[in-house]
């Protein structure tokens, strides 16, 4: 953004006043000067029109010499009256100019305002309306750049395991990236405890100026706002400092403040829906989202497919080696997973150690090359104890499609688990996809006979 100070003023200095004064001077003495010859030439001519004894010639020339003085004198007062009234034209003219220079930075100053607010209302229309938060974001972000013209605007959320900041979304140059696509050298590096005491810290840098806005719940810093602004050689100075502080402090701060709620929103909803322990999503979520996918897919006919995983003999891990490192061996099965799916996949603990994926728009065969993936990450993955040891473990996978054959979110999930309880079954470490069999090595064949929906053995799945 380019800053510059709307101050007004009058143009010209001591030496342009000097000569307005010598101009006026002058003038008014050749006025006056003017006036006394004019005078000097009508007494004259009056005298040698009294004498006795002119000539002709001489009494006429007096008489035209009388009359043109009596027009010059008379001309000369005109003059000095109507350039009197020049000059206070002028300073009407100069005094209306200036009030029109006024009216029209207090009209540029409403018109500030009211993008102002106008921006400010948008942001809460936003914030209040959109559940992604990353989209809300990307909005926010996007009427911020529009009103200000900053080259970059950052959003960071404090990490409760580091207690730093790390960056959730980054606009610049007309686009914005999120969480760790956000470039390295763009994050700065902060600590919430630099904002306990302070509303919006400023900072110059060469040409720029950053201004770092904390967002608080509470009397918590959870997240800031870091803006950069390209302020050119006036960068840093106390006058555009404190210009830019004057005009956007409350601004930024009201943003903030919105952000801050958007922020506590997304916290709340996270601790209400994701499990603690692995970061998917929980049971009672999942069971909101199957429905809702269900009643999408009946209505759009498109398909969805649906993964349910089952950690093999998980029982024997903790047994062996305790509940830490069973825990840890969760964690890192859940990562492998969430990283396996698409940005629009979503994954969930709907069990103990079962855990399941919901895959918009995709196919059975798709969606059984994705639970492969998955299973061949787990089996080459080494997973680490609480004590360093070194743990191999290996899952079973069940798939099944939402579509003509299967019209019911309870049915699709029934479905699933019976292929489930058939990869358990038959050799664990395999994927078996409904309506199709596996062979060892997580290849397919021909489909066998299948249980009833629903049917399974939980002492096997618990081994």
Known sequence: MRWSRHARGRTGGPRSLEGSLKSHALTFLRDR?????AAATILVSLYCIA???LGVWEERLAWTAL???????????????????????KVQLDLARERIGVLEAEGRDYRRRIDELSTLREVAYVVNLEEDFD????KVLELVAALMEPTTILVMLVDEETDRLKPAARWAAGKTEFGAKVTAGAIPNFRPAMFQSQSMVLNSYEEEVHAVLPLRVGDDVIGAMFLVFSAGPAAGSDVWMQDFSNRYRVLLQEIARHLSLAAKTKYLHTIAVVDGLTGLFTKRYFQEQIAAHADRAARSSEPFSFIMFDIDHFKRVNDTYGHPTGDRVLVGVAKIIRSSLRKYDTSYRIGGEEMAAILPGTGKDTAAQVAERIRQKVEANVFHGENDEEIKVTISSGVAEFGHEIRNGEILVSRTD?????????GRNRVVVDGVSETPGGQTGPSPAQPADGERHETERKS
């Open 51 to 53: 004498r006795r004894g």
């Open 67 to 89: 009359i043109t003085a009596s027009y010059s004198f008379v001309a000369g007062i005109l003059l000095v009256f109507s350039r009197e009234k020049l000059a206070d034209f």
């Open 418 to 426: 019976s292929c489930l309880y058939r990869a358990k079954n038959g």
């Open 135 to 138: 989209i809300l974001l990307e």
């Open 33 to 37: 000067v003017w006036g006394i010859l």
